[in-house]
């Protein structure tokens, strides 16, 4: 059932579904990621349970890899309604396939969630924790990040630090940080003024907005669970049967 929609929700999200999932090896040799399965549900059926909970009503997806498959498996799917954004003639990277989306995305801040962000909730639900601390009048960008120590499947060295105001500062090329990005984030449209045309990463405009202090976060409650490689969804699955989901 749907939960009564928070005020402070966005109305829209952009899920990015069309990287090649280099990764998961022989499963991404079949199928995209998105469609490998998690007790017994597709990662972006994960994602989209999460919008529709929230009551998020539109999703736009991009697809690229197996595009045909994703396609047809979203096809039942009634909430959120979905929207595909077409990359297959070209992969348009992170940056790029918003930038794409953005007249379907409309004018107000959305919901950005990749389609493999997989974690075990708290009390409050995450999403509305994020959408409630964003503010457009003082961000571009509100990104949720998690404990690097704390994620499960996960051993890189970091992605940002959190200040006390919310500010995050990007880790140095050589160093290391304690919070991961979870590829969950809400963006306001203002972000990509002035963005390079084509294919690019959205870490670019990350950076901008950080530079211009309008780049903040908060902190996930719950385990975020990266499943980056085939070995990583058992460790998902029994993560997910420790907390009773």
């Known amino acids: 059932m749907t939960a009564l929609r928070d005020p402070s929700m966005p109305a829209s999200a952009m899920v990015l579904a069309a990287g090649l999932g280099t990764r998961m090896r022989q499963l991404s040799k079949q199928l995209p990621k998105p469609l490998v399965r998690v007790q017994k549900r597709a990662l972006i059926d994960h994602v989209l349970d999460r919008l529709a909970h929230a009551g998020v009503a539109q999703a736009v997806v991009n697809v690229h890899y197996f595009a045909d498959l994703i396609e047809e498996h979203l096809k039942p799917r009634q909430r959120p309604r979905i929207s595909l954004s077409d990359e297959r003639e070209r992969l348009l990277g992170t940056g790029g396939g918003i930038a794409k989306a953005l007249p379907v995305l409309g004018h107000a801040p959305f919901l950005l969630v990749n389609s493999d962000s997989l974690w075990i909730e708290s009390a409050t639900a995450n999403l509305v924790r994020l959408a409630k601390f964003f ?111």
């Open 135 to 245: 503010d457009r009048q003082r961000m571009d960008a509100a990104l949720l990040l998690t404990a690097t120590d704390e994620a499960l499947g996960y051993e890189g060295r970091g992605d940002y630090s959190i200040g006390a105001d919310g500010r995050l500062s990007r880790r140095g090329e050589r160093g290391t940080a304690p919070c991961v990005y979870m590829g969950v984030a809400i963006l306001s449209p203002t972000l990509f003024d002035g963005a390079p045309r084509g294919a690019f990463g959205l870490g670019e405009l990350f950076n901008r907005a950080e530079k211009a202090g309008r780049l903040m976060g908060i902190r996930l409650e719950g385990k975020f669970l990266h499943v980056g490689t085939p070995e990583a969804i058992k460790e998902a699955e029994a993560a997910i049967r420790h907390a009773g989901g």
